[in-house]
Every structure is written in C-alpha cells, then in structure tokens.
T-cell receptor, first 116, second 116 residues
Framework: KAGVTQTPRYLIKTRGQQVTLSCSPISGHRSVSWYQQTPGQGLQFLFEYFSETQRNKGNFPGRFSGRQFSNSRSEMNVSTLELGDSALYLC???????????????FGAGTRLSVL | AQTVTQSQPEMSVQEAETVTLSCTYDTSENNYYLFWYKQPPSRQMILVIRQEAYKQQNATENRFSVNFQKAAKSFSLKISDSQLGDTAMYFCAFMKLSGANSKLTFGKGITLSVRP
C-alpha cells in the first residue's frame, strides 16, 4: 500500500509569488491535514480537510488556503509569499473510522519551501 | 486549548542502553490520544507509539514503551536497547478523541543522539 505522497519535495520561490503544494493520501483515507514546521515555531497545524470540506483550521493568515478533491487528494496554496513562509510543509492522512489504526495520522515526506 | 511540553531539548545515550524521554501535557478533555513520533534526518515523520487515554494499560511496541500517568498528565517514552537508527528528533503529540477532529498538537521535540 502506497504511503502519503507529497509533491514537489523542494521548492524555491521569491517574495510575493504564490505556491501550490500537493498531497495524495493513503488509499481509503478521507482526512488530510497540513502542518508547517519551522525551527522557531515547531510544528503547527494549518488545516484539515474531510470529504472535500475544511473542518478544522489553525491560526494562520488567509494567505494560506487549501482544498480537497473527490479522490481525497489535497492541495494547499500560499499566496503573496513572505520570507517567514520558508518551512517544511507536512501533510498527513487518517482513516477516520473505527479500526486498529484509529486516530493515527500517517505523514508524507514533506515539501521544503524556501522563499528568497 | 491543549498544550504539550517537552522540556529536554537534547539527550544522548550509549548504544544498547535505555533512555527515557519526558512529555507533559495540559488539557481539559477526558478522551484523547497521545503519540510519540520520530523524525530522523530524512524529515519523514514516523509514528513510534500511540496511547489511548481511556486505556489504563501502557502501550508497548517492541523496544518502545510508555509510562502514561493520566492524573499527572505525563507521557514519557522509554527506548530500550538503543540502536544507532534511533537517532532522531522525537515529538510528543496530543489529539482529541473525536471523529471530527484530526488536529495534532505537538511539543517542541527532543533531539536524541545514540552514541556507538
């Protein structure tokens, strides 16, 4: 069974540009969450999507947005990039039903975004 | 709001020895999950162990075990027979037990080095 796939692995952008990151969850997983990891702030929750609907949102500005498609794949978008947006962006998927792995989120390898 | 505290930023252990990583958390919830995740230099976040708060028995996974003290809101990870491959950053994380929530709240992490 394939794991969580994030593309691209690395991105370099300049201030003011926008960027789109992609996440394909494990087959059968309908919940996708996004996290930002920086040395200063650690791991912070961005948002979660389930059945194409955002059902949780972290404390990030409106420049950060996302969506989920009918096949559960998710994208996140950051507009008007700032230097402080440089981070590792992690995506995680979860089954969202009863079972042995209930509650467990499985992470992708992340997208490293550098804003110059 | 939930908080997770990992007060030790770094630890070092000799190969084959045992090490314990500490974590405390604060919540008003009664039903929740606690996790330890490992992030090696590859940056892939890997689940080490999961504890369901309603279970009194401490979770174990091979060389990894936890000491879960619900009243004290403490959740430590013990690694027995440490191996060089255990060198990584370890994160303690909290998640409310709810089908409609997948938000993980992470601690700042601890860097564990296993010495040969």
């Amino acid at each position: 069974k394939a794991g969580v796939t994030q593309t691209p692995r690395y991105l370099i952008k300049t201030r003011g540009q926008q960027v789109t990151l992609s996440c394909s969850p494990i087959s059968g997983h309908r919940s996708v969450s996004w996290y930002q990891q920086t040395p200063g702030q650690g791991l912070q929750f961005l948002f979660e999507y389930f059945s194409e609907t955002q059902r949780n949102k972290g404390n990030f500005p409106g420049r950060f947005s996302g969506r989920q498609f009918s096949n559960s794949r998710s994208e996140m978008n950051v507009s008007t990039l700032e230097l402080g947006d440089s981070a590792l962006y992690l995506c995680a998927s979860r089954r969202n039903s009863q079972g042995g792995d209930s509650g467990i989120q499985y992470f992708g390898a992340g997208t490293r975004l550098s804003v110059l | 709001a939930q908080t997770v505290t990992q007060s030790q930023p770094e630890m070092s252990v000799q190969e084959a020895e045992t090490v314990t990583l500490s974590c405390t958390y604060d919540t008003s919830e009664n039903n929740y999950y606690l996790f330890w995740y490992k992030q090696p230099p590859s940056r892939q976040m890997i689940l080490v162990i999961r504890q369901e708060a309603y279970k009194q028995q401490n979770a174990t996974e091979n060389r990894f075990s936890v000491n879960f003290q619900k009243a004290a809101k403490s959740f430590s990870l013990k690694i027995s027979d440490s191996q060089l491959g255990d060198t990584a950053m370890y994160f303690c994380a909290f998640m409310k037990l709810s089908g409609a929530n997948s938000k993980l709240t992470f601690g700042k992490g601890i860097t564990l080095s296993v010495r040969p």
